[in-house]
């Protein structure tokens, strides 16, 4: 990659910074961004064009310092220290200057190929924080670029000291003269026993200093990178060990605990940050900030949270229910009359008739489905859910939670991943690299399928809306659905707690997370961006996904019901054989293989048991709500069946996608197949539990 | 700290906990000598966010009470 002479830079900065939105202000590309820490969890990478060639950047996760604690942090420390890139621009939050100062000064320790970006001037402007860029660059011997990299600001300045870097690069001069962060005299002085050695023994690397402070520091996770990375193991030079065990001997004699050498290490940066910021940083405005804002004292107030957390989620549902309807019937009409007239053009020629059926009637008809019932909620629900995240709200659901995943000894950090979930599976498990303690984190994969994806939605509203919902109203058609499906969130809510708790007793033990949570201040999200950029890139996404899923299931079922063997078509073959399982949850065999064939994704569930229902031969017309409540109708369901499947839907097998996820992320085939089983063992429970109740009451 | 109440503010003596967690705490600038502000409680008591230096993160009880802090008045600038 760096003998092509492109300059390669890394974005590194605390968490919540605007690191993606610089990305996507440098790069043209549409990284998602969110206003909560942990978003950002692997690096992303984009290329740039500066003056007449192009570099490339790369979107480290956000980290507070090198001395990672998690695994999104371990990815940007590694990454680094030692990725080799040609630079590093390191953001920083304006408004929290001397944090980010703090992981500047240490980054500076690594190497002095730095630019520091001050982001967010425009929040601080409004705060009345003004900042001494002069001084700051003086202070730290590197370009400083003050920019607010949501409208542009500074992106050109930016760009010019790339352009700056990159001649440094080649010509080779001009370094920056950066004085790095002086430890305590008595750390000074085990550094200097140290350094001298690793120079002897990495003669290569440039950052002997840092090399040094962190064999003092003797991190784990650290040494094990730097064997990897160097491809030496330090521990093996004679030099080093003696060097360390003088250092050890001094230590010892001065009674200094490892511990405490590392309090003092964090220290000094700690310190050296807060000189620079009361230097650098001025306040014009005297009055303290208030202790919360408004909003807060609502959002997370004593009284007024749960419900209004409710009442967000019934608004978002309603408006994705209510909003759906008509886009939808509109859809439909459009591709079954399109339908019509393929199917006349297409019998007119000399295709044979069973090849146009299975074209027609098994793929296009699913994929129509799909569309027509995905893409209006999808296109409604994912714009409204990034305005929400884009504005901060995330992570105060987070913080109201957190005492409920405590009694379930988990991460409150799980609440994230879990809304993550409602928008994708496998996006949640993904997310759950933001928790610290492996155990907690395979807590929060395994019991992520039991929050029902997007993908499940159509099934879930139009279910709800033809069997527990009379007709009614406009405005009631819409908010008693919505009602209805914000209970049904809620029981998966309260079954991933059930899981979670259960999980945390039985598995190993292992270190609890550390659990602190950082509570960002509300953004004005940029709403027509928002809409764009969901609409594009993570609706057709995921839209794009269920069509792909949808053709071969199609396809599948069309042979299944036209294929006969022994006088019946498999299809009957295969629901029949699935027949007492279904009955006994409360369903029948063909709602389960419906599920069964969905498994490449949620969406296409729906459409499979419809198809198999009308594959038979009765070719009705789908283009209606109330003719689908017929198809089903007519199959046998009931109120009680609409339950039963509503539950299964909320719980079975996650998707075929998801559980890839799961085991790339828990690399453990066991865990990929205990997160199969614990969602659908409680989904047979609890059908089966309903259904037995229901024969008890004397229904059917 | 856990004992703090909402807009009271403290300047942390000791940190009592070990390894990870101490580490995090650094990261986010709280060592000894650093002010905190406890500004607000979530809705079922815990956990409890706090300003430091600049930001508001929030803790759990568990890890704050393992925190020793000095009560203070907290100076002009909002660190």
Same mark, same amino acid.
């Given at each position: 990659?760096?003998?092509?002479?492109?300059?390669?830079?890394?974005?590194?900065?605390?968490?919540?910074?605007?690191?993606?939105?610089?990305?996507?202000?440098?790069?043209?590309?549409?990284?998602?961004?969110?206003?909560?820490?942990?978003?950002?969890?692997?690096?992303?990478?984009?290329?740039?064009?500066?003056?007449?060639?192009?570099?490339?950047?790369?979107?480290?996760?956000?980290?507070?310092?090198?001395?990672?604690?998690?695994?999104?942090?371990?990815?940007?420390?590694?990454?680094?220290?030692?990725?080799?890139?040609?630079?590093?621009?390191?953001?920083?939050?304006?408004?929290?200057?001397?944090?980010?100062?703090?992981?500047?000064?240490?980054?500076?320790?690594?190497?002095?190929?730095?630019?520091?970006?001050?982001?967010?001037?425009?929040?601080?402007?409004?705060?009345?924080?003004?900042?001494?860029?002069?001084?700051?660059?003086?202070?730290?011997?590197?370009?400083?670029?003050?920019?607010?990299?949501?409208?542009?600001?500074?992106?050109?300045?930016?760009?010019?000291?790339?352009?700056?870097?990159?001649?440094?690069?080649?010509?080779?001069?001009?370094?920056?003269?950066?004085?790095?962060?002086?430890?305590?005299?008595?750390?000074?002085?085990?550094?200097?026993?140290?350094?001298?050695?690793?120079?002897?023994? &990495?003669?290569?690397?440039?950052?002997?200093?840092?090399?040094?402070?962190?064999?003092?520091?003797?991190?784990?996770?650290?040494?094990?990178?730097?064997?990897?990375?160097?491809?030496?193991?330090?521990?093996?030079?004679?030099?080093?060990?003696?060097?360390?065990?003088?250092?050890?001997?001094?230590?010892?004699?001065?009674?200094?605990?490892?511990?405490?050498?590392?309090?003092?290490?964090?220290?000094?940066?700690?310190?050296?940050?807060?000189?620079?910021?009361?230097?650098?940083?001025?306040?014009?405005?005297?009055?303290?900030?208030?202790?919360?804002?408004?909003?807060?004292?609502?959002?997370?107030?004593?009284?007024?949270? &749960?419900?209004?957390?409710?009442?967000?989620?019934?608004?978002?549902?309603?408006?994705?229910?209510?909003?759906?309807?008509?886009?939808?019937?509109?859809?439909?009409?459009?591709?079954?009359?399109?339908?019509?007239?393929?199917?006349?053009?297409?019998?007119?020629?000399?295709?044979?008739?069973?090849?146009?059926?299975?074209?027609?009637?098994?793929?296009?008809?699913?994929?129509?489905?799909?569309?027509?019932?995905?893409?209006?909620?999808?296109?409604?629900?994912?714009?409204?859910?990034?305005?929400?995240?884009?504005?901060? &709200?995330?992570?105060?659901?987070?913080?109201?939670?957190?005492?409920?995943?405590?009694?379930?000894?988990?991460?409150?950090?799980?609440?994230?991943?879990?809304?993550?979930?409602?928008?994708?599976?496998?996006?949640?498990?993904?997310?759950?690299?933001?928790?610290?303690?492996?155990?907690?984190?395979?807590?929060?994969?395994?019991?992520?399928?039991?929050?029902?994806?997007?993908?499940?939605?159509?099934?879930?509203?139009?279910?709800?809306?033809?069997?527990?919902?009379?007709?009614?109203?406009?405005?009631?058609?819409?908010?008693?659905?919505?009602?209805?499906?914000?209970?049904?969130?809620?029981?998966?809510?309260?079954?991933?707690?059930?899981?979670?708790?259960?999980?945390?007793?039985?598995?190993?033990?292992?270190?609890?997370?550390? &659990?602190?949570?950082?509570?960002?201040?509300?953004?004005?999200?940029?709403?027509?961006?928002?809409?764009?950029?969901?609409?594009?890139?993570?609706?057709?996404?995921?839209?794009?996904?269920?069509?792909?899923?949808?053709?071969?299931?199609?396809?599948?079922?069309?042979?299944?019901?036209?294929?006969?063997?022994?006088?019946?078509?498999?299809?009957?073959?295969?629901?029949?054989?699935?027949?007492?399982?279904?009955?006994?949850?409360?369903?029948?065999?063909?709602?389960?293989?419906?599920?069964?064939?969905?498994?490449?994704?949620?969406?296409?569930?729906?459409?499979?048991?419809?198809?198999?229902?009308?594959?038979?031969?009765?070719?009705?017309?789908?283009?209606?709500?109330?003719?689908?409540?017929?198809?089903?109708?007519?199959?046998?369901?009931?109120?009680?069946?609409?339950?039963?499947?509503?539950?299964?839907?909320?719980?079975?097998?996650?998707?075929?996608?998801?559980?890839?996820?799961?085991?790339?992320?828990?690399?453990?085939?066991?865990?990929?197949?205990?997160?199969?089983?614990?969602?659908?063992?409680?989904?047979?429970?609890?059908?089966?539990?309903?259904?037995?109740?229901?024969?008890?009451?004397?229904?059917? | 700290?856990?004992?703090?109440?909402?807009?009271?503010?403290?300047?942390?003596?000791?940190?009592?906990?070990?390894?990870?967690?101490?580490?995090?705490?650094?990261?986010?600038?709280?060592?000894?000598?650093?002010?905190?502000?406890?500004?607000?409680?979530?809705?079922?008591?815990?956990?409890?966010?706090?300003?430091?230096?600049?930001?508001?993160?929030?803790?759990?009880?568990?890890?704050?009470?393992?925190?020793?802090?000095?009560?203070?008045?907290?100076?002009?600038?909002?660190?």
């Amino acid at each position: 990659m760096k003998n092509t002479g492109e300059l390669v830079i890394a974005l590194a900065g605390n968490p919540n910074v605007g690191k993606s939105t610089l990305f996507n202000a440098l790069t043209g590309l549409h990284q998602h961004v969110g206003n909560w820490s942990g978003k950002t969890v692997e690096n992303a990478q984009g290329s740039c064009q500066i003056g007449s060639e192009s570099c490339t950047i790369i979107d480290v996760p956000g980290c507070y310092s090198l001395m990672a604690r998690s695994a999104e942090e371990e990815v940007a420390r590694d990454f680094l220290c030692f990725g080799k890139p040609d630079g590093i621009l390191v953001v920083c939050d304006a408004g929290c200057l001397e944090r980010g100062l703090n992981l500047v000064l240490q980054i500076l320790e690594v190497t002095k190929r730095v630019i520091v970006c001050v982001n967010l001037m425009d929040e601080a402007r409004k705060k009345k924080i003004s900042i001494d860029l002069k001084k700051l660059r003086h202070h730290l011997g590197v370009p400083v670029v003050a920019m607010s990299a949501r409208s542009g600001e500074g992106i050109e300045e930016l760009k010019c000291e790339l352009e700056n870097m990159k001649k440094r690069k080649f010509s080779g001069r001009g370094e920056c003269v950066v004085k790095s962060t002086d430890y305590d005299p008595e750390m000074e002085c085990f550094l200097d026993l140290l350094e001298p050695a690793v120079k002897i023994c &990495f003669p290569d690397a440039e950052n002997s200093r840092w090399l040094a402070a962190r064999l003092l520091d003797n991190d784990e996770s650290l040494l094990t990178s730097i064997k990897e990375a160097l491809g030496k193991n330090p521990m093996t030079c004679r030099c080093v060990v003696n060097a360390l065990f003088d250092v050890r001997l001094a230590m010892e004699k001065k009674e200094i605990r490892q511990e405490e050498l590392r309090d003092r290490m964090a220290a000094s940066f700690v310190l050296r940050a807060e000189m620079i910021a009361r230097e650098v940083v001025h306040f014009s405005c005297r009055k303290r900030p208030r202790k919360r804002s408004a909003t807060d004292r609502v959002i997370t107030g004593r009284i007024t949270a &749960f419900p209004v957390m409710f009442l967000f989620l019934l608004g978002i549902f309603w408006l994705t229910i209510a909003g759906a309807n008509i886009p939808s019937r509109v859809l439909s009409d459009a591709l079954f009359s399109l339908e019509t007239q393929i199917w006349s053009g297409i019998t007119r020629t000399a295709v044979p008739l069973w090849l146009s059926e299975f074209l027609i009637h098994g793929i296009y008809r699913v994929m129509a489905w799909v569309i027509s019932a995905m893409l209006p909620p999808m296109a409604i629900f994912f714009p409204l859910f990034t305005l929400l995240e884009d504005a901060g &709200f995330l992570p105060r659901v987070a913080f109201n939670l957190d005492r409920c995943f405590q009694k379930c000894r988990t991460c409150g950090k799980q609440a994230l991943t879990m809304m993550m979930g409602i928008g994708c599976n496998a996006v949640g498990v993904i997310g759950c690299r933001i928790i610290d303690s492996p155990r907690e984190r395979l807590i929060a994969i395994l019991t992520n399928s039991l929050v029902p994806c997007n993908g499940r939605f159509p099934l879930l509203i139009s279910v709800i809306g033809m069997f527990l919902i009379g007709s009614g109203p406009v405005w009631r058609a819409a908010v008693t659905p919505a009602m209805v499906l914000a209970l049904f969130l809620l029981l998966s809510i309260l079954m991933t707690f059930l899981a979670s708790a259960v999980l945390s007793r039985t598995l190993p033990a292992g270190l609890p997370s550390a &659990f602190v949570m950082e509570l960002p201040p509300y953004r004005r999200p940029q709403i027509g961006r928002v809409l764009i950029r969901s609409v594009l890139d993570r609706t057709l996404f995921v839209l794009g996904r269920a069509i792909l899923a949808a053709a071969p299931a199609g396809a599948i079922i069309w042979i299944m019901a036209n294929v006969m063997a022994g006088g019946d078509s498999l299809l009957a073959h295969a629901a029949g054989f699935l027949e007492p399982a279904g009955r006994l949850m409360g369903m029948d065999g063909v709602i389960l293989l419906g599920f069964l064939l969905g498994f490449p994704a949620n969406e296409i569930v729906l459409p499979v048991i419809l198809m198999a229902y009308t594959a038979g031969g009765s070719l009705t017309d789908i283009t209606e709500v109330s003719a689908i409540q017929n198809i089903l109708i007519q199959n046998g369901w009931t109120w009680r069946t609409a339950i039963c499947t509503l539950l299964f839907s909320l719980m079975h097998w996650p998707c075929a996608t998801t559980c890839i996820t799961i085991f790339k992320e828990s690399r453990k085939f066991r865990w990929t197949v205990l997160a199969i089983m614990i969602p659908t063992a409680l989904g047979v429970l609890c059908c089966t539990f309903a259904a037995a109740i229901f024969r008890m009451a004397g229904f059917g | 700290m856990s004992q703090l109440k909402s807009g009271e503010y403290g300047r942390i003596l000791h940190i009592g906990l070990e390894d990870t967690m101490r580490r995090r705490l650094q990261d986010l600038g709280m060592i000894p000598g650093t002010q905190v502000e406890c500004v607000g409680v979530s809705p079922l008591g815990d956990p409890v966010a706090y300003r430091i230096r600049g930001a508001v993160v929030a803790l759990r009880k568990s890890e704050s009470s393992e925190i020793q802090l000095r009560r203070s008045r907290g100076d002009g600038a909002w660190k």
